[in-house]
């Protein structure tokens, strides 16, 4: 008899390959291929209705603004449709690997900023619709908004699929990666702006860009900014208005708000983080207008100084219910702040130190992070092929990345595998996708020259906008 026996697998790996196994078996009932399906989209399906029914909640006065934006060409109106293609992905064969998605992984949500550590990292950096979901999901929502964008930089068909294919090729690659790595390490894992340079070394012109961006995150900080956002009146240093994007609600008593959203948003952080906060002073506070799927939610900025008159930028931000939840499956968070803030420390590989949420004398959910923090991203509008391609591989990476950390690589990589089957799935999925995407802004464009979804120049809104 041999004297050397095989070692028995430790408690870990046998979860690990439990849920590799368990994965790879999911192909049975949703083999790899069937993500090229759109899945069964209802004959009555109607995008406006769907955009419609989403303007809900939000100010009034502001939602001909968020309609106008994607008014702009079919991939801004595609920023804004993340209920759509919720609503869609639902009805879509579905691989049953559920993990802690973004919820909205369009390539322009994902980014640079500084850790805590004052290190510049690459991640996503929108998780407004952060849930558990299908890990597809968030790969089917980047694929369709990467050949949108080749779309609108003119590139060929052929050209747009093979950008969709290496996203889902490189998240393929890194998932198998963090598959094999130790708990911790897959935690720990970040992508720095020194793995990009290494990443577009070979693409001059990309490397250029790269250098730019890197340049000028340096420069985005509270510091640099505050003459242009600030002025000092009468009544001592206050937020400029800067109408339509940033000005001040005359019936709101903001000091008296701010100050007492503020003490309940403090008990949500660690208790140094606490004594942090402590020590700055809040000064002014103005409704600040966003993005364009976020356009017309309740979105503040808060001015708060150091012991030194430093400023501080603070975000604080309503926060919805998650499209995803709103596609079937159940929240279970009480507090959607919280939920946005829970998705995003478990997905980020390095969070904001003032990430927190509390609820409102609204009643609405709010969630608070810095408004600049050396904040970046690359320009799509500069890209070209092979920069766009590259940019698709490192969201790739950094989705698995962020799939990775929340503990769901074992169980993705099993029903993945190591051949090309899926990668080829997504993309005729993200074309086809594409398609309907297109389809669906003819159809709002053609309701906002009739009159059905109202468009119009900024309004200052007349009801109270309060937390």
Partial sequence: MSKHRKKPASPGAATANAAREAGKAR???TPRKRHAELGDLPPGRDPVAIILASDEGRVAALVPERH???????????RGTAAIQARDLARAPNSGVEVQCCGDAHLLNFG????????????????????????????????????????????SEAE??????????????RIALAAGQTTLESWYAAITWEDIRAEVEGEPRMLATVERVIAKAQTRTSESVHHRLTVTTADGL?????????????EVDVPKVAAGFLKSYAGTLREDLRALLARLRFVDAALKVVGVGSVGTRCFVVLMLGEQDEPVYLQIKEARA?????AGARSPWKNDGERVVAGQRLMQSSSDIFL???RGLSGRDFYVRQ???????????????????????????????????AGGAPGIAGYLGRSAAFDGAIRRYALAYADQAEKDYETFRRAAAAGTVRTAAFSQPAEPVVL
């Fill in 68 to 78: 106008t934006r994607m008014l702009e060409s079919p991939f801004t109106f595609y």
């Fill in 356 to 358: 927190g949420w509390s």
């Fill in 322 to 326: 998650s499209v995803l939840a709103t």
């Fill in 27 to 29: 192909r049975e009932a």
């Fill in 238 to 250: 206050r937020i400029r208005d800067q109408p339509p994007l940033l000005y001040h609600l005359p």
């Fill in 160 to 173: 747009a699929g093979n950008i969709a294919e290496a996203a889902a090729r490189s998240y393929r690659h």
């Fill in 371 to 405: 408004l600049r923090d050396m904040k970046m991203s690359l320009d799509v509008a500069e890209m070209r092929r092979s920069g766009l391609t590259a940019y698709a591989v490192l969201c790739g990476q950094t989705l698995a990345r962020a799939h990775a950390k």
């Fill in 112 to 155: 640079g900023f500084a850790s805590p550590e004052r290190n510049l990292v690459f991640d996503l950096n929108d998780f407004d619709e952060t849930h558990p979901a299908p890990f597809e999901w968030d790969l089917k929502r980047l694929s369709a908004s990467l050949v949108l964008a080749a779309r609108w930089r003119s590139l």
